[in-house]
């Protein structure tokens, strides 16, 4: 699976849109970009996931660049229950991989009032 | 909305005891994972289950753990003889089926080997 780069920690005010990116530069084409957080070490919580076209859900918004190599997750009104670490995953299906999913260190993100 | 649970949320034990982790997936859910998470450092695969059988197991899975699901609801992980580098919380997860991948993760049992 291709590697991930995230900043290890951002700060975003309460209401405003939290922007956290993620560098995948070696994605292959069957590549997912998934993303999951986890709160204060609760189980991790599935967000959102995309191959190539933007995504948006009731929780965050998915923005995948042309090339792929880079996405950005936005949370468009962060609030303080959103201090969580994310993790951006980069896999293939199932098929190809058997469901497990391969965290990094993801990006620790505080939401301040 | 159906959740993962995991009990005991909490268990000490001491080094050398068994201990036995369990977990219930979400029903009709098919596919079933642990992990687990040494305290400050990254959430780590242990091993996948599907239909009866262990589908892929990661190196930290060795012969002192071991899974079953013995009455088509519980899912367990059992350590045989504990160490204290066990200490972390694992976690359970489960998937629909291939194809739905969304994974759900149960809240975490934290157990610490004394």
């Known amino acids: 699976d291709a590697k991930t780069t995230q900043p290890p920690s951002m700060d975003c005010a309460e209401g405003r849109a939290a922007n956290l990116p993620c560098n995948h530069s070696t994605i292959s084409g069957n590549e997912y970009v998934y993303w999951y957080r986890q709160i204060h070490s609760q189980g991790p919580q599935y967000i959102i996931h995309?191959?190539?076209n933007n995504e948006t859900n009731e929780m965050a918004s998915l923005i995948i660049t042309e090339d792929r190599k880079s996405s950005t997750l936005i949370l468009p009104h962060a609030t303080l229950r959103d201090t969580a670490v994310y993790y951006c995953?980069?896999?293939?299906?199932?098929?190809?991989?058997?469901?497990?999913?391969?965290f990094g260190q993801g990006t620790e993100l505080s939401v301040k009032p | 909305e159906p959740e993962v649970t995991q009990t005991p949320s909490h268990q000490v034990t001491q080094m050398g005891q068994e201990v036995i982790l369990r977990c219930v997936p979400i029903?009709?859910?098919?596919?079933f994972y642990w992990y687990r998470q040494i305290l400050g450092q990254k959430v780590e695969f242990l091993v996948s289950f599907y239909n009866n059988e262990i589908s892929e197991k990661s190196e930290i899975f060795d012969d002192q753990f071991s899974v079953e699901r013995p009455d088509g609801s519980n899912f367990t992980l059992k350590i045989r003889s504990t160490k204290l580098e066990d200490s972390a919380m694992y976690f359970c997860a489960s998937i629909l089926d291939r194809g739905q991948e969304t994974q759900y993760f149960g809240p975490g049992t934290r157990l610490l080997v004394l």
């Open positions: 995953i980069v896999r293939t299906t199932f098929y190809n991989q058997g469901g497990k999913l391969i």
């Open positions: 995309g191959l190539k």
């Open positions: 029903s009709n859910h098919l596919y």
